[in-house]
């Protein structure tokens, strides 16, 4: 053990070595917080703490492994086997397995993926007759998630009068109503969401005090990392845990809260130090991640934010390069950009693809990096878009073995009664609904005991609900004794499944057959990583909510080699060496949405602190002049994030237009390689697009139309001289000067004051009419000399 402290610093050391009491350790990115949790498990663990004893609770399941693995390198592997590290969800996913049954939850009780939850709700609101443009699915989901995670009930809601004005304002006067049938029908099917998860843990540990004291006694000793980003609902739960023995150690930075619009309550971490007694601080003040370039640069963003708390960050590593800042006309000259860097880098640096990670504000921006990496031969892979068990022909799957386990569950039931078709048609399925809710039973015992319901069914109809539900029985009895692979296997021949796919000679229908083939190949793994267990039931409902937990960052092998694509918020606690975070465009990083308040532009500038400090050795961001969103090309202002970057950190590099060595590379979304044709297509686009603007075309590049004060490369610019005011400027064609009336696309018009700066610094201080006066930095700002 004594060799593996030695691989911490002394600020580290500190906490890692108080064995017990409450304690906190607030530290910036990169410091070290999560290997201080982790080496502190094998600490404890040298100090004779029984594995079974330590709770620790990360914010993916990936994490947690990784920990446990470093953890199995230093005590050894059978100790580490016993910890229970992961996710809240997963972990009290396993306890409510044991105590379900105390809710009112049958055992097997399934998870409701967030489709699922859609569904249902989709369903209720038309059993209910109401208008589905007001009444979205999705946004009555986050309406309840989020009751759910402030712990509001219906009862509670029912008894709120503040609530339900809320919602009636927002024209939905149901929402109780709504909120109430999806519990109800939710706990008919023995279903739990992700939520509930959360919800039905606190709920069984306030009303059970027996509960709460058998896992009180084995937790003894509670370790959370990314505390920062906990919900009340988790709160609430790690609180009620650690009581008895307040061996509590959480990590987090508050610079980096980023899912407050999720319930995150940064207020814990604020907090902490009031709900125990005798909490220690610690600080972690060393950066050993990044270049002193990208940790200085990422200090200078964070201190514009008002609500933080002092802390300091430096490192010891090198200066490294300049945070590389690129301009492009285009989303599709974007990922052109980030493709042809990430080769050359690769090629001149040695480097391998998963040294590489792109980051960007909406999962939307994907596409145009993806096209320009596909074009290019890079391999990459996109985190958290739909998750490999979300993948339909996955899911149909899935569903024949939920509803093996738990015939209740209702949206499984609902997915394959008639797929491959069996002619059930949806009017029978509504009746069988109706049914279920009148008799107050589930569909599928309205479906076992057909003949004694009073309902319209013809006996045609009735006769084959009843072998889909003597098939689904008789899987049922397999189960008792095969593994999940032989049951996945037998049912995906029987039920037809196969031969449905199989009708599909398309490339996607091929792609289906594949992913069933492949999600057989993993049960196969679950099952020999699961020899020991005797109980085949049991192994069943165990790889149905790995699935239900799962996420495709979890599914992670070591040895794949792809450029990492992701959002910003996926990407926390992760490290690459080259990040590009991409978009930094006003609008969409900082996003529309969340410029209303400070508060919300204070979680955006965080979330911009996160991305940046997930590099080591190189970040670059990138915008661009134009993209499409929405189907629509539009213009676009570059990040105020930039901006607010002190400017020695930063290398403002020529703008892609004119980097184009091998125009057969950059092939673009128009499947146009050639320089002439494709500037011609780009100029028509622009006319399509802009009838209004000038298209300024050079020989042999492409060129969109130069902002006049927009500089696009600092060695083009002339240098002033600053100390005389009122100097002229020449910035392309155009010229500055002061006394110049200019009109900016953001702030209006204003009066140029003074200049002063040479180069990529030239300023202009202007007097804007709306605003006041305002400092320019003139290769961002978007001038017009009026
Ligand atoms: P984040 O806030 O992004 O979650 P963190 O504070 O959890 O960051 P870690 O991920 O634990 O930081 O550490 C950042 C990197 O620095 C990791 O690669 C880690 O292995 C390394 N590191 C941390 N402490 C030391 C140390 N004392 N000596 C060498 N490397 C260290
Ligand atoms: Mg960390």
Redesign the pocket.
Known sequence: MEKYLS???EA?LAPTLQKDGPMIVI????????????YRIAYLMSQGIDAFNILSLTFTNKAAREMKERIASIVGESEARNLWMGTFHSIFAKILRIEADKLGFPTNFTIYDSQDSDKLIGSIIKEMGLDKDIYKAKSIRSRISSYKNSLITVKAYLQNSELQEADAMARRPRMGDIYKAYVDRCFKAGAMDFDDLLLRTNELLTRFPEVLMKYQNRFRYILV??YQDTNHSQYLIVRALSDKFQNICV???DA?SIYAFRGANINNILNFQKDYDNVKLYR?E????STKNIVNAANSIIDKNQTKLDKVVWTANDEGGKIIVNRSLTDGDEGRYVASTIWETKMNEQLQNKDFAVLYRTNAQSRAIEDALRKRDIPYKIYGGLSFYQRKEIKDVISYLRLVINPSDEEALKRVINFPPRGIGATTVDRLVVAANQYNRTIFEVMKNIDKVDIKINSGTKGKLFDFVTMIESYQVMNQTADVFELAEHVTRTSGLIKEFKKDATPEGVTRMENIEELLNGMKDFVEGQLEVADATASLSEFLEDVALSSDLDSDKEDVDHVALMTIHLA????FPHVFIVGLEEDLFPSAMSMNTRSELEEERRLFY?AL??A?KQAYLTYALSRYRWGKLTDADPSRFIQEIDEQYLEITTPIEERRINPMLDADIFGDVSPNTKQQVVSKQNIRFKPAKQVNLKKGTPQKEQPKFQASTPKKLKPVDATKSGGDTNLFDGKLAVGNIVNHMRFGKGEVLKIEGTGADLKAEIKFQQVGVKKLLLRFAKLDVI
């Open positions: 691989q911490l610093n580290q530290a910036g990115a990169g410091s070290g917080k999560t290997r201080v949790l982790t990392d990314e990590v987090g930075d980096q972690l060393q950066n050993y991640r926390k606690g992760l490290e996160v400090t997930r080591e």
